[in-house]
């Protein structure tokens, strides 16, 4: 089993930054690929960055040259950093690891862009 627990969301002026962490713990073996999903009131999941066990990063268009994703492999762990952030931002931010074909989710942190 594999557990996954997300940090550092919450209400952020448009323009303001944050920066999200999600760490890995359990049955992990071999190569895992990592990433960040989020998912707007009232609309479906969607993917915004990805990061591979060798650090091939993809973002999604709507966030490339705002968010950056990296990893710290000896922690497990994944950090989305967030800057420029725009209403539209806001969602529930969901924290994803593949590994030997199985997709795990952590259980969410919510990002609030508002003034």
């Known amino acids: 089993q594999v557990q996954l627990v997300e940090s550092g969301g919450g209400l952020v002026q448009p323009g303001g930054s944050l920066r999200l962490s999600c760490a890995a713990s359990?049955?992990?073996?071999?190569?895992?690929?990592m990433g960040w999903y989020r998912q707007p009131p009232g609309e479906q999941r969607e993917l915004v960055a990805t990061?591979?066990?060798?650090?091939?990063?993809y973002y999604a268009d709507s966030v490339k040259g705002r968010f950056t994703i990296s990893r710290d492999n000896a922690k497990r762990t994944v950090y989305l950093q967030m800057n420029s952030l725009k209403p539209e931002d806001t969602a529930v931010y969901f924290c994803?690891?593949?590994?030997?074909?199985?997709?795990?989710w952590g259980q969410g942190t919510q990002v609030t862009v508002s003034s």
């Open positions: 359990g049955s992990i073996f071999g190569v895992y690929s």
């Open positions: 990061i591979s066990s060798l650090s091939s990063t």
């Open positions: 994803n690891l593949h590994n030997l074909g199985r997709p795990y």
